[in-house]
């Protein structure tokens, strides 16, 4: 029966990401000793760090350090993205950003779901990452219709998901019994199945196209291929995780390791070799890794020019996609290249490279209506009635997620689709636009300026 009484999204997301946590750590041991090893290494950081602790506590990023976490799925077809859509608003979770990752060897685009207010992510900072399939870039005409066949068959969400999602969008939410069996039924769609539905030949023909096609086309569902914990210091937990049992891709995707980070530093350990039953035959399949992510300060379109700019310089004079054997070159040209952009929070917002976060201090709202009192950002800034603090990136990075991707398929499934951008296309299927992120970054700024112009002047 039907009742006001509204669970908040925000709390349906952060008791889906509670579950969707426990049960990947059931069905991936790793995972497990990883949320370990990045909590270990937290609690080393902030303890050597007061300084880093006080500036989390004062944003309330401290509280939800330990359920900082992203997840990944791949889909099929239209279909399954705009439904996914819907599943995911009811947690309070939109699209944010466009991603092509063809122009990197993959053939897919994708955004990511995540809630949008800062308050929103302060209960649940939890964010899916999302890509669709480009069937239409499977070469052999063939391939292509059978994979189209194949993913038209299947139903990736449960009967009582779907009747959840229309209630919730017919009532404009759930309570409390019905968010919970949300949860639940919900969570079928990312689970993990040992058996697929094509035969061994035919997950064959698909993956000898591309691994990836075969790991969408070839299984009832969309499975989360990884859970990412966020971590304070990923170059600790890069050099600790073999102490733990777990290998390491050779780089860290993203900005080199700075002072004040930027964006989003990424680091994985490699796909697990699962056995599977195809309909005719035993095998394996490999799709679900671990990652690690380490976030930083988001920037500006100013700052993001720079940072592509300085990215692609150090890509460029590599040479090579980074791998193994040239790490340390690739560590050495992206610190030499990143010594162009500023290293303190205050060149940064000087420069309009980056953004932040205002709060008035108790100094600040001591003076008050006094008659010194300052009356311009920048001066109760330098009077001290203002604290300035980053804006954590809530996003992900292209050429980072192609990385991660790649180095966990191996590099036989890298194929080269050149420039195939079809953001009309996605956001057809996904039935609505996506969110640009960057606007995003700059009404949270906004809304933390104007807060402490009303507490501080008003």
Known sequence: MHTSAHVSPDEIRKGFSKAMSDMYRDEVPL??????LVAETNTQVLDNAPGLAQQLQRTGEIQRLDMERHGAIRVGTADELATIARLFAVMGMQPVGYYDLTPAGVPVHSTAFRAVHERALQTSP???FTSLL???LIENPDLRAFAETALAKRAIFTPGALALIEQAEKHGGLNATDAEAFIRQALETFRWHHTATVTRAQY????DQHRLIADVVAFKGPHINHLTPRTLDIDQVQAAMP???ITPKAVIEGPPRRRCPILLRQTSFKALDEPIAFSDAQGSHSARFGEIEQRGVALTPKGRALYDQLLNAARDELGASPNEGNAARYVQLMEQHFEAFPDTHVEMREQGLA???YFPTEQGLAARGTADQPHTLG?????????VEPLVYEDFLPVSAAGIFQSNLGDAAQNHYGVNSNRVEFEKALGRSTID???LYEKTQQRSIDECIRALLT
């Open 31 to 36: 995972y497990g000793a990883l949320m370990t």
């Open 126 to 128: 939890f964010r899916v």
């Open 134 to 136: 480009r069937l239409e």
């Open 204 to 207: 064959q023909q698909l993956s």
């Open 243 to 245: 102490s733990k049992g």
């Open 355 to 357: 953004y932040f976060r």
């Open 379 to 387: 001066t109760l800034i330098a009077a001290g009635h203002v604290e």
């Open 437 to 439: 992120e960057l606007g």
